[in-house]
């Protein structure tokens, strides 16, 4: 069984505001990042994927179709977009990097038997490096 993991990056804005929470508290909780007017992140998304080793084609993965569903799915929906105001998903959901980590697992899986209509390969982990220092990791078993 082979793992083969592919990195995309996309540019977006974002500001961190939860409606739950007072102005005072979203003010302490995010500090600057509650910044009403918002701030970037080029953001790097690693999507993992898992399969047996085809023998016709020695792939595990075939990286154009993956390319092409993550490509319209994450990178062409999310790039130089405000994510709160542009993503209806982040519209009332804080948009951290892991509520991004759960909305790219939705819309990978929700198309997934479309593009690999087989068993293999299966979809296993989305990472999100939001900045050189802040990296969010979740296993795609775990999101509906
Ligand atoms: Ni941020």
Same mark, same amino acid.
């Given at each position: 069984?082979?793992?083969? @993991? *592919? *990195?995309?990056?996309? #540019?977006?804005?974002?500001?961190?505001?939860?409606? #739950?929470?007072? &102005? &005072?508290? %979203?003010? /302490? +909780?995010?500090?600057?990042? %509650?910044?009403?007017?918002?701030?970037?992140?080029?953001?790097?998304?690693?999507?993992?994927?898992?399969?047996?080793?085809? *023998?016709? @084609?020695?792939?595990?993965?075939? =990286?154009?179709?993956?390319?092409?569903?993550?490509?319209?799915?994450?990178?062409?929906?999310?790039?130089?977009?405000? $994510?709160? $105001?542009?993503?209806? #998903?982040?519209?009332?959901?804080?948009? @951290?990097? &892991?509520?991004?980590?759960? &909305?790219?697992?939705?819309?990978?899986?929700?198309?997934?038997? /479309?593009?690999?209509?087989?068993?293999?390969?299966? +979809?296993?982990?989305? *990472? =999100?490096?939001?900045?050189?220092?802040? =990296?969010?990791?979740?296993?795609?078993?775990? =999101?509906?």
């Amino acid at each position: 069984m082979f793992r083969v @993991t *592919r *990195r995309y990056e996309f #540019a977006a804005s974002h500001r961190l505001h939860s409606g #739950a929470l007072s &102005e &005072e508290e %979203n003010r /302490q +909780l995010y500090g600057k990042c %509650n910044n009403p007017h918002g701030h970037g992140h080029n953001y790097v998304v690693e999507v993992s994927v898992r399969g047996p080793l085809d *023998r016709a @084609t020695g792939q595990a993965v075939d =990286i154009a179709i993956l390319d092409e569903l993550v490509r319209r799915e994450v990178v062409r929906p999310f790039d130089h977009r405000n $994510l709160n $105001l542009e993503v209806p #998903a982040f519209a009332s959901v804080v948009p @951290t990097s &892991e509520n991004l980590g759960f &909305e790219i697992c939705r819309r990978l899986k929700r198309n997934w038997e /479309q593009a690999f209509p087989g068993e293999w390969p299966k +979809l296993e982990k989305i *990472r =999100i490096g939001e900045t050189a220092r802040n =990296i969010f990791e979740v296993g795609t078993d775990e =999101i509906e």
